[in-house]
């Protein structure tokens, strides 16, 4: 393990969204964090319902260029999860996608019909388009907004909010559906709930809109002493202090401190040493998982395609954002061509 693996240089501008959008999809997107805000954070007829203790990532979908809420650009989706229902006899597939919000958006149910209509849709088309829907089933599809914000907002939203007035007798007609909400402004610090890393993420999150994350940040890695300190504990230690340091402007020193204290040994030392120079902007494990990303990304090309042209090279290099990075290691095994996959890119 040498320092250089650590380095990773931080640029807004490059991101999709709000530093606090970024840190949600990356956090929420953990199967683990994501079972436990479906369990104790929203209604339970979900956990009744539906399998959270395999929940599992969903591949990439990538549902091409479209003129649809995001514009001429490609739409995907931020962190969606594959389930089942607990009774077998079904068999129905769950699927469920999720997006984060930092602050109030009317056009949230809007955005999330489009996603949940296009990932149906694709179904279907990969099926065959069968006419009938015996033999063929569409996941359920689920809506999950995670909401942590400055503003109040609203526990529940309805697809028919975003209309102003509808006529009692034309309400029927209507297309109507209800999000479900998980509003973290809702929860207490002294009892939150869920696994000691999902409850690290969910303070972390609202004292930052709190303006209370610095004076408390030891406290919330302190949740990460009473679990093994694996690799995936590793890389959320270093996500809430990377966030802290861009969100509370905690100095790096402090930040360096902190961090030692939860992570011991010769990982601590390491890190300890790549924060104080400086290059801990983006985060330790950010950085590893990144250049992990993208090397997976590049293999499967090569693999694929023999030889790999500069300019898709270079725009992968390029790329900062991990979740997306992710999701073109996907992409980059389904797809038919490199001019399709290099469209993703755009």
């Given at each position: 393990?040498?320092?250089?693996?650590?380095?990773?240089?931080?640029?807004?501008?490059?991101?999709?969204?709000?530093?606090?959008?970024?840190?949600?999809?990356?956090?929420?997107?953990?199967?683990?964090?994501?079972?436990?805000?479906?369990?104790?954070?929203?209604?339970?007829?979900?956990?009744?319902?539906?399998?959270?203790?395999?929940?599992?990532?969903?591949?990439?979908?990538?549902?091409?260029?479209?003129?649809?809420?995001?514009?001429?650009?490609?739409?995907?989706?931020?962190?969606?999860?594959?389930?089942?229902?607990?009774?077998?006899?079904?068999?129905?597939?769950?699927?469920?996608?999720?997006?984060?919000?930092?602050?109030?958006?009317?056009?949230?149910?809007?955005?999330?019909?489009?996603?949940?209509?296009?990932?149906?849709?694709?179904?279907?088309?990969?099926?065959?388009?069968?006419?009938?829907?015996?033999?063929?089933?569409?996941?359920?599809?689920?809506?999950?907004?995670?909401?942590?914000?400055?503003?109040?907002?609203?526990?529940?939203?309805?697809?028919?909010?975003?209309?102003?007035?509808?006529?009692?007798?034309?309400?029927?007609?209507?297309?109507?559906?209800?999000?479900?909400?998980?509003?973290?402004?809702?929860?207490?610090?002294?009892?939150?709930?869920?696994?000691?890393?999902?409850?690290?993420?969910?303070?972390?999150?609202?004292?930052?809109?709190?303006?209370?994350?610095?004076?408390?940040?030891?406290?919330?890695?302190?949740?990460?002493e009473a679990v093994p300190l694996d690799d995936r504990i590793l890389d959320l230690t270093?996500?809430?202090?990377?966030?802290?340091?861009?969100?509370?402007?905690?100095?790096?020193?402090?930040?360096?401190?902190?961090?030692?204290?939860?992570?011991?040994?010769?990982?601590?030392?390491?890190?300890?040493?790549?924060?104080?120079?400086?290059?801990?902007?983006?985060?330790?494990?950010l950085g590893l998982a990144r250049g992990k990303a993208e090397g997976k990304v590049l293999a499967?090309?090569?693999?694929?395609?023999?030889?790999?042209?500069?300019?898709?090279?270079?725009?992968?290099?390029?790329?900062?954002?991990?979740?997306?990075?992710?999701?073109?290691?996907?992409?980059?095994?389904?797809?038919?061509?490199?001019?399709?996959?290099?469209?993703?890119?755009?």
């Amino acid at each position: 393990m040498t320092e250089d693996k650590f380095t990773f240089k931080f640029s807004p501008q490059n991101r999709r969204g709000s530093i606090h959008d970024y840190f949600g999809r990356v956090t929420f997107g953990d199967p683990l964090i994501a079972s436990d805000l479906l369990r104790f954070y929203t209604e339970p007829v979900i956990a009744e319902y539906v399998d959270l203790d395999n929940l599992q990532a969903a591949p990439a979908q990538f549902f091409g260029p479209t003129h649809l809420v995001t514009g001429p650009k490609e739409v995907k989706l931020d962190v969606p999860y594959i389930a089942h229902l607990h009774d077998k006899e079904w068999k129905s597939e769950v699927l469920i996608i999720a997006e984060h919000k930092s602050s109030p958006s009317q056009a949230i149910p809007l955005q999330l019909a489009v996603q949940a209509i296009l990932s149906l849709y694709k179904r279907w088309t990969d099926a065959g388009r069968p006419a009938s829907f015996r033999n063929f089933r569409l996941p359920i599809t689920l809506m999950v907004l995670v909401y942590c914000g400055a503003e109040d907002w609203v526990d529940e939203i309805r697809f028919q909010d975003i209309y102003p007035f509808i006529p009692e007798p034309l309400r029927q007609f209507v297309l109507q559906f209800r999000l479900i909400v998980i509003n973290l402004r809702r929860f207490s610090y002294d009892n939150l709930p869920g696994r000691p890393e999902t409850q690290a993420v969910v303070e972390t999150m609202k004292r930052a809109f709190d303006e209370t994350l610095a004076e408390h940040l030891p406290g919330v890695l302190s949740r990460f002493e009473a679990v093994p300190l694996d690799d995936r504990i590793l890389d959320l230690t270093t996500t809430i202090a990377w966030y802290g340091s861009c969100v509370a402007d905690i100095e790096q020193e402090r930040i360096a401190e902190l961090v030692t204290n939860v992570i011991k040994g010769k990982k601590g030392v390491i890190m300890s040493k790549t924060i104080r120079r400086g290059v801990f902007s983006e985060g330790v494990a950010l950085g590893l998982a990144r250049g992990k990303a993208e090397g997976k990304v590049l293999a499967i090309l090569e693999v694929r395609f023999n030889k790999i042209p500069k300019r898709i090279e270079k725009s992968i290099r390029s790329m900062v954002d991990l979740v997306a990075l992710q999701s073109l290691a996907e992409h980059a095994k389904t797809c038919k061509s490199l001019d399709e996959f290099a469209e993703a890119l755009r």
